[in-house]
């Protein structure tokens, strides 16, 4: 694990307690991954300009990218990127300076921009596009390019936030005991 993790300018990622993290991935800077959370291969976690926190039991999988908004004239302060609690984040998606909920599911290959908001209990279709500084309300798929809300969320989809976490947390428990 330790070969994918580096600091950066003297910021040096932080771990909760049974985090996994790929030996084919990259996390570093000033980046917080909570209790349980996973991180996949070919994934990126760059924070190297602003700050990453990741909530407890999040699944960062194969070949995201989560980075930040750094500070500018053109945005003072910047965006850091915060994920809430219950956080699967599929295959290839990019969350970048933006703010993610709890229980929250970012399909594959979805983008979400700079400043964007999405509420928790929210789930945002493979291949979505959320746009800078769009807020996604809680209780909705949102789908498209750019991405707009289809429908209210089944109990079953709410009832699959906490058991897709649940879920990953057992597979990187699995690596964990096999390093």
């Known amino acids: 694990m330790q070969s994918s993790v580096r600091a950066h300018h003297g910021k040096e990622p932080r771990f909760g307690e049974r985090v996994y993290v790929d030996s084919a991935s990259k996390v570093l800077g000033d980046v917080v991954l909570g209790?349980?959370?996973?991180?996949?291969?070919?994934?990126?976690?760059?924070?190297?300009?602003?700050?990453?926190?990741?909530?407890?039991?999040c699944s960062i999988q194969d070949g995201s990218v989560l980075h930040i908004t750094h500070a500018s004239d053109y945005n003072p302060?910047?965006?850091?990127?915060?994920?809430?609690?219950?956080?699967?984040?599929?295959?290839?998606?990019?969350?970048?300076?933006?703010?993610?909920?709890?229980?929250?599911?970012?399909?594959?290959?979805?983008?979400?921009m700079d400043g964007a908001v999405v509420e928790d209990e929210?789930?945002?279709?493979a291949g979505a596009l959320v746009t800078p500084g769009k807020r996604l309300q809680n209780g909705y798929l949102y789908a498209g390019s750019p991405a707009?809300?289809?429908?209210?969320?089944?109990?079953?989809?709410?009832?699959?936030?906490?058991?897709?976490?649940?879920?990953?947390?057992?597979l990187k428990d699995l690596y964990l005991e096999n390093q």
Do not use: Q
Request: charged fraction near 20%; aromatic fraction near 6%; proline fraction near 3%.
């Open 77 to 112: 302060g910047g965006y850091p990127l915060i994920l809430g609690d219950d956080v699967t984040v599929g295959h290839r998606a990019i969350l970048h300076g933006c703010t993610i909920g709890s229980r929250v599911l970012v399909g594959m290959a979805a983008v979400v």
């Open 35 to 57: 209790d349980d959370c996973s991180v996949w291969p070919m994934t990126v976690i760059r924070g190297d300009m602003h700050e990453i926190r990741v909530g407890a039991r």
């Open 148 to 170: 707009k809300e289809v429908r209210p969320l089944k109990d079953s989809e709410r009832a699959f936030f906490t058991y897709t976490a649940a879920n990953y947390v057992k």
């Open 122 to 125: 929210v789930i945002i279709a």
